[in-house]
C-alpha cells in the first residue's frame, strides 16, 4: 500500500520554464511533508518542507504547495536550471512524533536547453 | 563538516555470500538509519537507531539481516546469507534526534548478488 505516491516517473522541462513535480498521499495522519532531491551516486538532499498548518512555502526558486482537502502536494521551481536535473522524492510523517518518513518512487526531471 | 560516509560504495557478491556494510553519521547526531531503496522507488526504512538502541526494527528481514551501533556512532548493517533479491542500494542518514525531520544521507553502497 503506496501511501505517498508519485505517479509521473520523469519530467522533461524547458530550461528557463516552470517546473512542476506532483506528489499525492493517503494517508490523513500526516502532517509534515518534504522533498528531497537526489543526483546520480548521491544519497538524497532535502530540498523543502512544509507544515500541514500551511498551504505554501517558498525558498528561493522552489515552492512548495499543499492541498490538504486534496491530499496533494506540488513542488514548482522556476526558473528551472540545468543543475535541477535530479530525481525528485516527495517524503511524508507525521511530525509530533518520532515516525518515519515515508517517500515516494521519485519522479525524473530532466532540463533540456 | 564531514557528512555521513559509507563504505563500501560498491559490492558484488554472489548469491548466498555474506556482506556487510559500514556507516558513520554525522558528528553529534543520535539517530541513525538504514534504508533500502530498491531500482525506480524511494527509500524504505530498515531500522532507526537511537544512540545504541534499535528503536524501530520492524522493517528488517530479521532472518537474514542484522545490524548493530556499537558506542552509537558507527554502524554496520549484515545481510547473510545474500540473497538475489538483495540486489539494491542501502543508505545510511542520520539526524539530530528522532523528531527531527531533516535526514541527512549518505551516497549509498550499491549491493549486487549474482
Known amino acids: 500500500d503506496q501511501q505517498v505516491k508519485q505517479n509521473s516517473p520523469s519530467l522533461s522541462v524547458q530550461e528557463g520554464r516552470i517546473s512542476i513535480l506532483n506528489c499525492d498521499y493517503t494517508?490523513?495522519?500526516?502532517?509534515?511533508f518534504l522533498w528531497y532531491k537526489k543526483y546520480p551516486a548521491e544519497g538524497p538532499t532535502f530540498l523543502i518542507s512544509i507544515s500541514s498548518i500551511k498551504d505554501k512555502n517558498e525558498d528561493g526558486r522552489f515552492t512548495v504547495f499543499l492541498n490538504k482537502s486534496a491530499k496533494h502536494l506540488s513542488l514548482h521551481i522556476v526558473p528551472s536550471q540545468p543543475g535541477d536535473s535530479a530525481v525528485y522524492f516527495c517524503?511524508?510523517?507525521?511530525?509530533?512524533?518520532?515516525?518515519?518518513?515515508?517517500f515516494g518512487s521519485g519522479t525524473r526531471l530532466s532540463i533540456r536547453p | 563538516e564531514a557528512g555521513v560516509v559509507q563504505s563500501p560504495r560498491y559490492k558484488i557478491i554472489e548469491k548466498k555470500q555474506p556482506v556487510a556494510f559500514w556507516c558513520n553519521p554525522i558528528?553529534?547526531?543520535?539517530?541513525l538509519y538504514w534504508y533500502l531503496q530498491n531500482l525506480g522507488q524511494g527509500p524504505e526504512l530498515l531500522i532507526r537507531y537511537e544512540n545504541e538502541e534499535a528503536v524501530d526494527d520492524s522493517q528488517l528481514p530479521k532472518d537474514r539481516f542484522s545490524a548493530e551501533r556499537l558506542k552509537g556512532v558507527d554502524s554496520t548493517l549484515k545481510i547473510q546469507p545474500a540473497e538475489l533479491g538483495d540486489s539494491a542500494v542501502y543508505l545510511c542518514?542520520?539526524?539530530?534526534?528522532?523528531?527531527?525531520?531533516?535526514?541527512?544521507f549518505g551516497p549509498g553502497t550499491r549491493l549486487t548478488v549474482t
Open positions: 494517508n490523513s495522519m500526516f502532517d509534515y
Open positions: 558528528s553529534g547526531h543520535n539517530t
Open positions: 542518514a542520520s539526524s539530530l534526534g528522532a523528531a527531527s525531520s531533516e535526514q541527512y
Open positions: 517524503a511524508a510523517k507525521m511530525y509530533s512524533s518520532a515516525s518515519k518518513i515515508i
